[in-house]
């Protein structure tokens, strides 16, 4: 399968970078002297994605004038009056841009330093058509900015499950998944987040149905909140 189109979220209030997020969205605060929006555009621009849509809301005209500036990839603005609608309720409001085929989402607080093949290559690659998500996770030893526990347990075949009470999860969702948009069929109005839809894809036993995972094991730079974002730029001025 070759993906065409991504969508890049970005209109967050970027709460946990304040002060920064006084005075510009946090898509626009730089790491290694570029900002986090332009790490994301071009790595999605390496990967051949030509077609980018990108939700915005708070500090909206500051970070669509930055984007207005770029040449590529080609991008599309979905801006949220009033309050952001979270990341489906974001992508929802966004689906007349994204086509009719499975599409790459992604956050734009995160940074992936070169790795070979392209993750997104990678993921286009995994891709089944019997499948309404395919995530992209990292091993949590490979995550740096980010503290707290994993995300899913992965089982055979990419199938993937949250864990139990007690239990240590080795995966972390890195914000990055392929989706088909048929998953927004009926789905809610307004804000809600994805995780609403992945959750009505539990099967009896626990485990996801119609939702895979692949494994990254090159770095993610999460840049979430202030110490991320010092974690970040450390990992380039040390020469990573």
């Known amino acids: ?21 006084e005075t510009m969205p946090k898509p626009l605060i730089p790491v290694a002297g570029k900002p986090l929006i332009d790490w994301c555009l ?17 500090r909206a005209q500051q970070l669509e004038d930055h ?22 309720g974001g992508i929802a409001r966004a689906l007349p841009f994204l086509g009719e085929t499975p599409f790459v989402s992604l956050n734009s607080d995160a940074i992936f330093p070169p790795a070979m ?48 009470e007690g239990e240590q999860a080795p995966y972390l969702f890195t914000g990055v998944e392929v989706m088909h948009p048929r998953v927004f069929l009926d789905c809610p109005t307004g804000a809600f987040s994805l995780s609403a839809l992945w959750r009505q894809r539990v099967g009896a036993d626990g485990w996801y149905t119609r939702i895979r995972a692949i494994i990254h094991e090159g770095d993610w730079l999460n840049v979430g909140d202030l110490p991320g974002l010092e974690a970040a730029n450390h990992y380039f001025s040390s020469g990573a």
């Open 1 to 21: 399968m070759k993906l065409t189109h991504a969508m890049v979220l970005a209109a967050g209030l970027g709460t946990r970078m304040r002060p920064l997020t």
């Open 42 to 58: 071009d790595w999605v621009a390496d990967a051949g994605i030509e077609q980018v849509v990108v939700n915005t809301s708070y």
């Open 67 to 88: 984007l207005s500036g770029r040449a590529a990839p080609h991008i599309t603005t979905s801006r949220e009056e009033g309050a952001p609608l979270e990341t489906g």
């Open 117 to 164: 093949p392209h993750p997104i290559a990678a993921l286009a690659e995994a891709w089944d058509d019997s499948l309404d998500f395919l995530m992209l996770l990292v091993p949590t030893t490979r995550a740096l900015g980010w503290k707290g526990n994993g995300d899913f347990i992965v089982g055979e075949g990419g199938k993937i499950r949250r864990p139990h």
